[in-house]
């Protein structure tokens, strides 16, 4: 009993160690056997003799033996009389006695939740070993005791050893071994049920675990396809982002093509007022032309009629310049000097009793001398009124008669004034001109002049080019000659034509002409010119479409 009772001892402390987790863990380092469960049943009925730490911590049966302080786990607890244990276990109720084997049933599921089973233990060294060849021992007695009546004889022999001559004694422990064995069988009996428990909860935890393994693996799966799904979600998130910029940018376009809509349909509106208005215009503008056209022919024959209008006043015009005469003269007389006033001369022809175109020279007491001219004019008359006779011969020399107008007399008379004139009273050379050009315009639309101006100084009976630079009578010039062309036209070959076309243009040419004359000095006239001056203007005429073709 004492090796039993300290075997006990040491074995409670490991059953205690083995009924809570983490406890089984540091008294398996203490004893460490592995036992199985078939093993294990028929370990079972060494606990009669005490020895529970044989079973594993499936053997939650053995727990039921313990006190309270070696079911708390403490591997402390001394060991106690085996008299007091049997009868705490006697006396112990099912259900303490299940409680330990109820928080047994734990550790199973605590092992398969924190690690697989540790492979079996090594066997334990040889003190181990000896341990468990005692405890075999040990139990091999109770399975013989257990066994039948040889078994049960050689308990008495025990008994007897242990305590000869004391026969109630006898009774007594045969009493309580028999309670014992009641007991034993009752544990076995639960012990059972909690073996089929274990299994049953085995099984479940290796479900549980398959299970787990299974949720793991889906919890895997899962978390892989999350994270796929983020990954998919950030690319997405991204794709969002450049959506929503593209989004952002469309936004700021479409409203850009908006405004550009607006305007454009409001330029759109009025070009459609325009275009009802270019309609309009254009059907106003087919009326013009419908009229312009039936103008034009009207206008055709208005040209071809005035053409024929303006060719007959022509021809009456020159008939009546014939019938006037085509040589006409005309007296100027020119007022008195403030030399000839001083002098004290006087007025000698009588224009008061002169009649239209005579010129009656007063003589010594009552002679006269009438002389007859187309006009005479007297001092009072000024320039005006001598051109007014002349203008004529213009329009004759533009319609293409050959018009020659010159001036004669005495040195002083005022020839030059006549023809020339002064820059404040301009004569008949200026004068006819600007007729000529006036004439011209007038004519634009019917013929095209050209006109070119010459001016040569006859002096000396030597002809000068008054247009060549430094044509003067003293340089070697070229000498000119006059020579008739035709019956009554005569050309001087050589000559400067300068071609003007305005009136500005032609003066300016005059101009230099006058300036280039030969010029001295006259008793009768201080400024007296010393040549004669001719101012020689051709002009070509051509019908404006006959010009037009020409051009092209
Ligand atoms: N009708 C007139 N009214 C006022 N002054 C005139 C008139 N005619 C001529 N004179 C003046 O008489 C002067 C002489 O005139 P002008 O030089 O024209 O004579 P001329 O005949 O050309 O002489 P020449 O033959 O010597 O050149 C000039 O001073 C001129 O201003």
New binding site residues.
């Given amino acids: 009993m004492e090796e039993g009772s300290s075997e006990s001892g040491q074995d409670g402390g490991a059953l205690s160690a083995a009924s809570v987790g983490t406890e089984a863990v540091a008294a398996a380092a203490v004893v460490r056997k592995t036992v199985k469960m078939s093993e294990t049943r028929d370990f079972i009925p060494c606990a009669s003799e005490g020895d529970y730490s044989r079973s594993s911590g499936s053997s939650a049966a053995a727990a039921a033996q313990p006190d309270v302080a070696s079911c708390t786990g403490s591997s402390e607890a001394a060991p106690r009389d085996d008299a007091d244990a049997d009868a705490e276990i006697h006396h112990t109720p099912d259900y303490a006695r299940r409680a330990p084997a109820a928080r047994l049933r734990i550790a199973p599921l605590e092992l398969f939740s924190a690690a697989p089973s540790p492979p079996a233990a090594p066997r334990p060294p040889a003190k181990a070993a000896d341990a468990e060849d005692a405890a075999d021992d040990g139990a091999a007695a109770p399975e013989a005791g257990a066994g039948g009546g040889a078994q049960e004889g050689a308990m008495g022999c025990q008994i007897a050893r242990t305590d000869k001559g004391n026969g109630d004694c006898c009774g007594q422990l045969r009493q309580e071994y028999d309670s014992l064995l009641r007991e034993k069988g009752e544990c076995r009996r639960v012990l059972e049920d909690l073996m089929r428990e274990n299994d049953l909860k085995t099984k479940e935890c290796h479900e549980a675990q398959t299970s787990l393994r299974d949720l793991q693996m889906e919890l895997m799966r899962k978390s892989m396809h999350v994270g796929s799904l983020a990954f998919a979600v950030e690319g997405q998130v991204k794709e969002k982002t450049r959506w929503r910029q593209l989004l952002k940018d469309l936004s700021e376009k479409f409203k850009a093509l908006k405004t550009e809509h607006q305007i454009l349909l409001k330029e759109s509106e009025e070009y459609k007022k325009c275009l009802s208005d270019a309609t309009q215009m254009t059907t106003t503008i087919h009326q013009y032309m419908s009229q312009y056209a039936s103008l034009e022919s009207e206008f055709k024959d208005l040209k071809e009629k005035f053409s024929e209008e303006a060719k007959e006043h022509k021809d009456l015009y020159n008939k009546l310049i014939e019938l006037k005469g085509n040589i006409r003269v005309f007296c100027?007389c020119?007022?008195l000097?403030t030399e000839e006033t001083a002098e004290g001369a006087s007025m000698a022809i009588d224009f008061d009793s002169a009649k239209d175109g005579e010129l009656i020279v007063r003589g010594h007491v009552s002679s006269k001398k009438v002389f007859k001219f187309d006009s005479v004019f007297n001092?009072e008359e000024d320039q005006e009124k001598v051109f007014e006779k002349t203008a004529p011969f213009a329009t004759s020399v533009l319609d293409g008669f050959n018009v020659c107008i010159f001036a004669y007399?005495?040195?002083?008379?005022?020839?030059?004034?006549?023809m020339e004139g002064t820059e404040g009273a301009r004569g008949v050379n200026y004068r006819i001109l600007d007729e000529l050009f006036r004439v011209v315009k007038d004519r634009h639309d019917l013929f095209q002049y050209e006109i070119t101006v010459s001016a040569l100084e006859v002096y000396n009976e030597q002809i000068h080019d008054l247009l060549l630079t430094g044509s003067q009578p003293s340089t070697t010039t070229k000498r000119l000659e006059v020579r008739q062309v035709a019956e009554g036209v005569h050309h001087v070959p050589g000559l400067v034509e300068a071609r003007v076309a305005n009136m500005d243009e032609a003066w300016d040419v005059l101009q230099t002409g006058s300036k280039a004359r030969v010029v001295g000095s006259?008793n009768?006239?201080e400024?007296?010119?010393r040549s004669h001056w001719y101012t020689l203007c051709d002009g070509q005429r051509r019908k404006l479409d006959e010009w037009r073709a020409h051009k092209q």
């Fill in positions: 100027r020119r007022p000097n001092p007399g005495q040195t002083g008379t005022g020839k030059t004034f006549t006259t009768a006239n400024h007296s010119s």
